[in-house]
Every structure is written in structure tokens, then in C-alpha cells.
């Protein structure tokens, strides 16, 4: 069971705005640290979207964004292309009891 | 570009060992503040990490799997591996390997480490 929740779908129109959220607690995202996002295509591995709450490695288009405030993680898709449906999970590090990286409960991202 | 390529068995018998591989080309294992990790995704499900390594040997494994994993790493030919003893059904998944990058490095240690490149995936099934 993850100590980082996502919604489990959200979805949108070609060029809406859609935002996925990541809810931690105060061992993990609330302690102060980073989060990063990957994407899931499907039948793919993973690929590194956003590291450190909001930067983007190079090669991933500036429609991807990140935030964090508190406890909360944000990543915002804009402009939104079929492309872009697949699944994306948060990642941080919690410093609990069982201290681990840990993975959010992933989120399916659907154009209609 | 760096490359991490999984191998292994992709069938496994109730009661026994899990075994993996992750060769690493165009890059090398030995590499400062890197760590060499595991993760694994059950079908249709979330990702679960498993553990890591770093090149001189200290690991680091998620609690719920600690009693039964172990990391390795073999230097001299740019790969690590990942062993899963007394697997159950409830281990079948696709297992990745992946690079773990620190955001940032102090004087004394790394911090908030994200996975910058992964394999493709190698799908392990516990069966009889």
C-alpha cells in the first residue's frame, strides 16, 4: 500500500489543461523531500518526466510542470495531446519507520 | 546514451529463487553518488521499489522485502543483480532496473534520488 496518493484517472480534451495530484504526509513529501514524476506509456517502461518538484530533464516539453506545497505534489499537463495518455506516478522518499523511496498510486491520463 | 538491459528467467517455481540481471552499456557502474536500483510492477498495478546498490557494494532495500532480497553487483562487467527468495505467486510482475540519480550532493552525502534511466522491463512469473 503506497504512502502517496494519486487520483486514479483523470482525463481531458486535445489542448485542455489537466493536473494530477500526489498526497503525501509529514515523513514524506511534508518533510521536505523532492518529487518526481514519471510517465508510463503503454506496454513501456517508465520515462523520467520531472525531477526535483518542477525541473524537466532535457528533450521533455515545457507542456509538463510541476509544484509542491506541503504535503502535495502537483504535475500539470497543458495543452493536452493524445500523446500524452498514459499512466504517471509520483516518486519521493520517506523517512519512516520504513524508510524507502516510495511510488504513488499511479494515475491513468485519457484524451477524450 | 546509457543503457540498462534486464535478463533472467521469466518463469520461476513457488518456494524458489528469483533471479535477475541488469547489464549497464554506455556508461559505467562505477560512478560516484550513483546508485543501481530495482524496481518491480505487478500486472495492471503501481510500481513497487525494491532496493539498490552502489558500486563499491552497500545496499539498501525496501522493509516489506528485505528478508528476501538481495543485491549484488559484479564490477568488472558493468551489471548488477537482484535475487527474490521463496517467491509466491504475488511476485509476478515486470522488473526494472534503473539509474539513481542524486538532485544534489553535499560535501558529506546525496540527497533526494530520482531513477534518470531505466531498462525496458523483464516480466517474471511465479508458476508450478
Known amino acids: 500500500q503506497s504512502v502517496l496518493t494519486q487520483p486514479p484517472s483523470v482525463s481531458g480534451a486535445p489542448g485542455q489543461r489537466v493536473t494530477i495530484s500526489c498526497t503525501g504526509s509529514s515523513s514524506n513529501i511534508g518533510a521536505g523531500h523532492d518529487v518526481h514524476w514519471y510517465q508510463q506509456l503503454p506496454g513501456a517502461a517508465p520515462k523520467l518526466l520531472i525531477f526535483g518538484n518542477s525541473n524537466r530533464p532535457s528533450g521533455v516539453p515545457d507542456r509538463f510542470s510541476g509544484s509542491k506545497s506541503g504535503t502535495s505534489a502537483s504535475l500539470a499537463i497543458t495543452g493536452l495531446q493524445a500523446e500524452d495518455e498514459a499512466d504517471y506516478y509520483c516518486?519521493?522518499?520517506?523517512?519512516?519507520?520504513?524508510?524507502?523511496?516510495?511510488f504513488g498510486t499511479g494515475t491513468k491520463v485519457t484524451v477524450l | 546514451q546509457l543503457r540498462l538491459q534486464e535478463s533472467g528467467p521469466g518463469l520461476v517455481k513457488p518456494s524458489e529463487t528469483l533471479s535477475l540481471t541488469c547489464t549497464v552499456s554506455g556508461g559505467s557502474i562505477f560512478s560516484s553518488n550513483y546508485y543501481w536500483g530495482w524496481i518491480r510492477q505487478p500486472p495492471g498495478k503501481g510500481l513497487e521499489y525494491i532496493g539498490n546498490i552502489y558500486y563499491r557494494g552497500s545496499t539498501s532495500y525496501n522493509p516489506s522485502l528485505k528478508s528476501r532480497v538481495t543485491i549484488s553487483v559484479d564490477t568488472s562487467k558493468d551489471r548488477f543483480s537482484l535475487r527474490l527468495s521463496s517467491v509466491t505467486a504475488a511476485d509476478t510482475a515486470v522488473y526494472y532496473c534503473?539509474?539513481?540519480?542524486?538532485?544534489?550532493?553535499?560535501?558529506?552525502?546525496?540527497?533526494?534520488?530520482?531513477?534518470?534511466?531505466w531498462g525496458q522491463g523483464a516480466l517474471v512469473s511465479v508458476s508450478s
Open positions: 534503473a539509474r539513481e540519480k542524486p538532485r544534489y550532493c553535499s560535501t558529506t552525502n546525496c540527497y533526494n534520488y530520482y531513477f534518470d534511466s
Open positions: 516518486q519521493s522518499y520517506d523517512s519512516s519507520l520504513s524508510a524507502s523511496k516510495v
